[in-house]
């Protein structure tokens, strides 16, 4: 299958200032890109193209800097990306590594970070998951606790929600969801990373609300990385991968070292059908 992914968000800013993003389909699926039209980055005041540069950053996420212009910018994408169409893989006999045995690569997931308090949530973690099977199995539970505890709430969501402010406010959106999965699991000793990216309702009833960028997480199990998701907990068919990082703190989709204000957020993630054409763009 096809899908069409994009984007148009404006920010407003009273002085130029410089920024970082991180909004693009990640490096691995540029094989799968179908049509690429280059992303543009336009001034708000004069129209004019603004310079960016692009750098992968420690995880291999493809970042673009920039100096953002007094006034503010439009950041615009429109692409097709072809996908197998399969739901997400999983293998119920995917085995827990010891921590001594995993690659020195993937180690760092399973410490403590910005959102991530594993020390603090590790006593709950081994109540809650010490008995049930390890591997494949325990991060199936891990989600299915975090999906129950958890209410989706666009209008309750805030970007300092730590896990463990998840947990006992009970609240959240989908990042919240994902950092108190990861948490636990880090917990148990099962290596976790947080991806953000493009998920649209392909396979699944429409959500009327607007799209948004989603957040789920890799867990390393067997000498592999697999995709769970405790907010939606079942497999899904079309996730573009954007980024992945320790938590949301490692891959902003947007990060201006100085004040902005956000003035329009426009996501696109459908599939591809007979009647649509390729070359379609978000409304101006």
């Given at each position: 299958m096809?899908?069409?992914?994009?984007?148009?968000?404006?920010?407003?800013?009273?002085?130029?200032?410089s920024c970082m993003t991180l909004l693009d389909p990640h490096p691995s699926r540029d094989g799968d890109i179908v049509s690429l039209p280059k992303p543009q980055v336009t001034s708000l005041r004069s129209g004019s193209y603004v310079p960016v540069r692009e750098y992968s950053d420690g995880f291999g996420n493809r970042c673009r800097r920039l100096i953002v212009p007094a006034g503010g910018v439009l950041f615009a994408n429109d692409m097709i990306i072809r996908d197998s169409g399969k739901p997400d893989d999983w293998d119920k006999e995917a085995a827990e590594i010891l921590p001594d045995e995993l690659p020195s690569d993937v180690i760092e997931y399973l410490l403590s970070?910005?959102?991530?308090?594993?020390?603090?949530?590790?006593?709950?973690?081994?109540?809650?998951?010490?008995?049930?099977?390890?591997?494949?199995?325990r991060v199936q539970q891990i989600c299915n606790y975090v999906n129950a505890q958890i209410r989706f709430d666009y209008q309750s969501a805030r970007n300092t929600r730590t896990a463990v402010q998840a947990l006992n406010e009970r609240v959240g959106v989908c990042r919240d969801f994902t950092h108190l999965a990861i948490t636990l699991?880090?917990?148990?000793?099962?290596?976790?990373?947080?991806?953000?990216?493009?998920?649209?309702?392909?396979?699944?009833?429409?959500?009327?609300?607007?799209m948004d960028y989603n957040a789920w997480f890799e867990a390393y199990l067997g000498g592999n990385w697999y995709v769970f998701d405790a907010r939606h907990n079942v497999p899904r068919i079309g996730r573009i991968l954007v980024a992945r990082g320790r938590d949301a703190a490692d891959i902003p989709m947007i990060h201006t070292?100085?004040?902005?204000?956000?003035?329009?957020?426009?996501?696109?993630t459908e599939e591809v059908v007979a009647t649509q054409v390729r070359t379609g763009a978000l409304p101006a």
């Amino acid at each position: 299958m096809e899908i069409r992914v994009g984007y148009r968000i404006e920010i407003a800013t009273v002085q130029p200032v410089s920024c970082m993003t991180l909004l693009d389909p990640h490096p691995s699926r540029d094989g799968d890109i179908v049509s690429l039209p280059k992303p543009q980055v336009t001034s708000l005041r004069s129209g004019s193209y603004v310079p960016v540069r692009e750098y992968s950053d420690g995880f291999g996420n493809r970042c673009r800097r920039l100096i953002v212009p007094a006034g503010g910018v439009l950041f615009a994408n429109d692409m097709i990306i072809r996908d197998s169409g399969k739901p997400d893989d999983w293998d119920k006999e995917a085995a827990e590594i010891l921590p001594d045995e995993l690659p020195s690569d993937v180690i760092e997931y399973l410490l403590s970070s910005r959102y991530c308090e594993v020390d603090e949530l590790s006593p709950i973690a081994w109540n809650l998951f010490g008995t049930y099977a390890p591997g494949w199995n325990r991060v199936q539970q891990i989600c299915n606790y975090v999906n129950a505890q958890i209410r989706f709430d666009y209008q309750s969501a805030r970007n300092t929600r730590t896990a463990v402010q998840a947990l006992n406010e009970r609240v959240g959106v989908c990042r919240d969801f994902t950092h108190l999965a990861i948490t636990l699991c880090r917990a148990m000793n099962i290596p976790a990373r947080y991806c953000n990216g493009f998920l649209g309702d392909i396979g699944v009833p429409p959500d009327p609300a607007p799209m948004d960028y989603n957040a789920w997480f890799e867990a390393y199990l067997g000498g592999n990385w697999y995709v769970f998701d405790a907010r939606h907990n079942v497999p899904r068919i079309g996730r573009i991968l954007v980024a992945r990082g320790r938590d949301a703190a490692d891959i902003p989709m947007i990060h201006t070292f100085g004040p902005h204000m956000l003035k329009r957020f426009e996501i696109v993630t459908e599939e591809v059908v007979a009647t649509q054409v390729r070359t379609g763009a978000l409304p101006a």
